[in-house]
């Protein structure tokens, strides 16, 4: 962003037609995966579930007549069923600028967010902070079709210092198997079956460091960058961190039931590949709530 | 002064004596069906152009209020947001194009609407938001209730095309039909084909983080 363009968007956030519109969401949600762990197979593939709650509030801030600037903070968490270990509460905040290309429902749009946070898990190792940025590109197709494009970055920093293990060390990596980062570029569509049934549909290809949990594995080791103890799932487990190219699905069914509150049941398939040998796959299933002011 | 006002009032008793009513219920999909204009237009003598009016259409909770309002031709509307967030109307439709930039509160400029025909309302940021107006051609209008009764009171006696509309009727204009109005009032009724309804959802969809 230019200087110039920082400066507009200062100018408008103090001049006298700057008003503030508030912003909140909130959403509880139930969910299902297969492969918890993101093992690649054997007695490393667990499954669990988790129940969740986020709520968001914030403010939008008018730039004009096609462009706003929004600033919401935002506090996610969920409890697992069986591995209590990864129990987490995320508290963080997002900054968007959003602009319309145009006047009308068929107008494209372009979003750009940022933001960070922490996120504090049960399992105190696993604590991270966070930041993310993204650009998305949108538009409707008629009265019934949403069609976005998005990019998005994220990085991820252990919280703590791990103590790197004796064997690990012998191996010659490193312990930080929490910091990670990915891109991903994403494709989804929005279309609108009924006045209040929606079809979400999207297709994510995401490169970047995938974090698996397995027992003690020569091979996984050596392939991998980063290694950690992690008994999230067990005595003698290692989280290790490997670089993996990504493909996810996801469909979802969303049902308006009123202004402001839809249900939503979601399915998300992910492929992670890292090399030959070494693929996760996933499967997850959502129950959401959602709630919008 | 006094004589020539009293030559008009007896000019006019004639025609004020004549006048009848026009009641037409209208169903669609084998129900009542609210929110459809109907207007008469005379097909014995040109058509007597209606008093511009100043009206209003509110925006209350994100929505217009009315959904659809009829105005007189040459009649100016004005816009009142009662949200505590801003709106941005405007229209694409032939018979009035206008935007009004982002506003709270009521606009100081009315619009205008000078030209008989249907204008779509909508805000530019909030997609769900549709409103109707239609702007009527003649005095003699109504729009049917929630039992689908439309009454025009004061038509004078003659035969008039009957035109009407609904916001989910098939094809781009009205529906017509010719009626003659006598001493009493005259009953119609009319079941109108209708296509699908759809208006742009406004509860929150996964992965769209639009406007509410």
Redesign the interface.
């Known amino acids: 962003m230019t200087r110039a363009a920082l400066l507009a968007i200062l100018a408008a956030l103090a001049g006298p037609e700057a008003?503030a519109?508030?912003?909140a969401?909130a959403a509880l949600a139930l969910d299902y995966d297969d492969n918890i762990a993101n093992a690649a197979g054997g007695r490393d593939l667990v499954d669990d579930v988790s129940f969740g709650a986020r709520a968001a509030a914030g403010w939008?801030w008018?730039l004009?007549?096609?462009s706003?600037l929004s600033a919401v903070a935002q506090l996610d968490g969920a409890r697992q069923a069986r591995y209590t270990g990864l129990d987490r509460l995320e508290t963080g905040g997002t900054i968007?600028l959003h602009t319309?290309l145009g006047?009308?429902?068929d107008?494209p749009?372009l979003?750009i967010s940022g933001g960070g946070g922490w996120c504090d898990v049960a399992f105190a190792p696993r604590d991270v902070w966070y930041w993310r940025a993204g650009a998305a590109l949108?538009t409707?197709f008629g009265?019934?079709l949403?069609v976005?494009l998005a990019f998005d970055y994220e990085g991820r920093a252990a919280g703590h210092d791990v103590d790197v293990p004796f064997l690990v060390r012998r191996f010659g990596l490193r312990g930080d198997a929490y910091d990670t980062q990915a891109k991903s570029l994403g494709l989804?569509a929005?279309y609108?079956l009924t006045?209040?049934l929606?079809l979400?549909a999207?297709y994510t290809r995401r490169a970047g460091d995938v974090v698996s949990t397995v027992h003690i594995d020569r091979e996984v080791f050596e392939a991998s960058s980063a290694i950690t103890p992690d008994p999230t799932f067990g005595p003698g487990r290692f989280a290790y961190r490997l670089g993996a190219d990504s493909n996810v699905y996801d469909l979802?069914f969303?049902l308006?039931?009123?202004?402001?509150?839809?249900l939503?049941l979601?399915y998300r398939h992910q492929d992670s590949e890292a090399y030959e040998e070494l693929a996760y796959h996933n499967e997850m299933l959502r129950l959401?709530l959602?709630?919008?002011? | 002064m006094r004589t020539e006002l009293r030559a008009v009032l007896l000019a006019l008793l004639p025609a004020v004596a004549q006048a009848g009513s026009l009641e037409l219920t209208v169903r669609g999909d084998h129900a009542p069906l609210a929110d459809a204009v109907v207007v008469a237009v005379p097909l014995d003598a040109p058509a007597p152009a209606p008093v511009p009016g100043e009206l209003a259409i509110d925006q209350i909770d994100k929505e217009f209020v009315s959904r659809v309002t009829i105005v007189p031709l040459g009649s100016r509307v004005k816009f009142p947001n009662h949200d505590q967030i801003r709106h941005q109307v405007y229209s694409f439709s032939p018979a009035k194009r206008f935007e009004l930039p982002l506003y709270a509160g009521t606009p100081a400029n009315p619009i205008e609407f000078d030209m008989p025909g249907v204008v779509a309302l909508g805000c530019n940021i909030h997609d769900w938001m549709l409103g109707y107006v239609y702007v009527a051609p003649t005095p003699w209008f109504a729009k049917s209730g929630n039992d689908g009764r439309a009454r025009i009171d004061g038509v004078p006696a003659g035969r008039y095309r009957l035109q009407i509309w609904h916001p989910r009727l098939v094809g781009a204009t009205e529906t017509t039909r010719e009626v003659t109005v006598g001493d009493g009032p005259a009953n119609e009724a009319i079941e109108l084909e209708l296509k699908p309804g759809f208006k742009p959802r406004r509860a929150p969809v996964p992965g769209i983080a639009g406007y509410r």
């Not at chain 1, 308006?256 to 839809?262: I, Q, S, V, Y």
């Not at chain 1, 959602?290 to 002011?293: E, H, L, M, Q």
């Open positions: 008003v519109d508030p912003i969401t939008r008018m004009g007549d096609r706003d968007t319309k006047l009308g429902g107008a749009w979003k949108g409707r009265e019934r949403d976005a989804s929005v609108a006045e209040r929606s979400v999207g979802t969303s308006a039931l009123g202004a402001h509150l839809a939503d979601g959401a959602v709630y919008a002011y």
